[in-house]
């Protein structure tokens, strides 16, 4: 959680973002279906005429004030990972294929959540902040001591009604998404630590 972190640690969180970013990118460009949070987004775009990106960038500001009554503390990683992610968005979705095809909408969904779960494996390794919307879902776990995955599923179910009710596309990628983020993250979570496992191993041993 240092605000001054080393420079790899900084880099690693940064191409996590723009790597999460550019999965969440994928799925709004797919049009079959958001995340839930990306439903709200869209929504907000819809009924404010500003753009995905910049509306995801509000809500991750909203969120933040939300801290603020448990008692959280943002790290620089959940600064950048509100503008980071924010701004890869909008950079990415006019750029990105809109495919008419559903078997290459399903893929690049499919594309996109295993970017996603790359991303968060990246930027969560790097510890130097929880993003916005989970640092709020923990937050107020600690707090209540309700499970965590009670609060993520009341949560998440509240925004993508919201977000569906404001015009947000809910579709198939929603429910794929919902489905395999879990284990796309814990896997690719699994990977980094192994990663880091044996770099580790070879700095400690001169020979290798």
């Given at each position: 959680?240092s605000?001054?972190?080393?420079?790899?640690?900084?880099?690693?969180?940064?191409?996590?973002?723009?790597?999460?970013?550019?999965?969440d990118?994928?799925?709004?460009?797919?049009?079959?279906?958001?995340?839930?949070?990306?439903?709200?987004?869209?929504g907000?775009?819809?009924?404010?005429?500003?753009?995905?990106?910049?509306?995801?960038?509000?809500?991750?500001?909203?969120?933040?004030?939300?801290?603020?009554?448990?008692?959280?503390?943002p790290?620089?990683?959940?600064?950048?990972?509100?503008?980071?992610?924010?701004?890869?968005?909008?950079?990415?979705v006019?750029?990105?294929?809109?495919?008419?095809?559903?078997?290459?909408?399903?893929?690049?969904?499919?594309?996109?959540?295993?970017?996603?779960?790359?991303?968060?494996?990246?930027?969560?390794?790097?510890?130097?902040?929880?993003?916005?919307?989970?640092?709020?879902m923990?937050?107020?776990?600690?707090v209540?001591?309700?499970?965590?995955?009670?609060?993520?599923?009341?949560?998440?179910?509240?925004?993508?009604?919201?977000?569906?009710?404001?015009?947000?596309?809910?579709?198939l990628?929603?429910?794929?998404?919902?489905?395999?983020?879990?284990?796309?993250?814990?896997?690719?979570?699994?990977?980094?630590?192994?990663?880091?496992?044996?770099?580790?191993?070879?700095?400690?041993?001169?020979?290798?």
């Amino acid at each position: 959680m240092s605000i001054r972190p080393k420079f790899s640690t900084l880099t690693i969180l940064i191409i996590g973002e723009v790597i999460f970013g550019l999965g969440d990118a994928l799925l709004i460009s797919a049009e079959i279906g958001n995340t839930p949070w990306t439903v709200l987004a869209e929504g907000i775009s819809i009924i404010t005429g500003i753009t995905v990106g910049q509306a995801t960038f509000v809500v991750s500001i909203v969120v933040l004030f939300l801290w603020i009554p448990i008692r959280e503390i943002p790290g620089i990683g959940t600064i950048l990972n509100a503008i980071i992610i924010a701004v890869t968005i909008d950079i990415m979705v006019p750029i990105l294929p809109t495919p008419e095809n559903l078997f290459i909408q399903i893929l690049q969904v499919f594309s996109g959540i295993i970017l996603i779960g790359i991303g968060s494996s990246m930027y969560l390794t790097a510890n130097l902040g929880p993003g916005p919307r989970d640092g709020w879902m923990t937050g107020i776990q600690k707090v209540t001591g309700i499970p965590i995955g009670r609060i993520r599923i009341t949560i998440e179910v509240s925004v993508l009604v919201i977000g569906t009710v404001l015009g947000g596309n809910l579709g198939l990628g929603t429910v794929l998404f919902a489905i395999t983020i879990g284990r796309t993250v814990a896997v690719c979570l699994a990977i980094s630590e192994r990663i880091g496992s044996t770099q580790n191993g070879a700095n400690l041993n001169p020979n290798k």
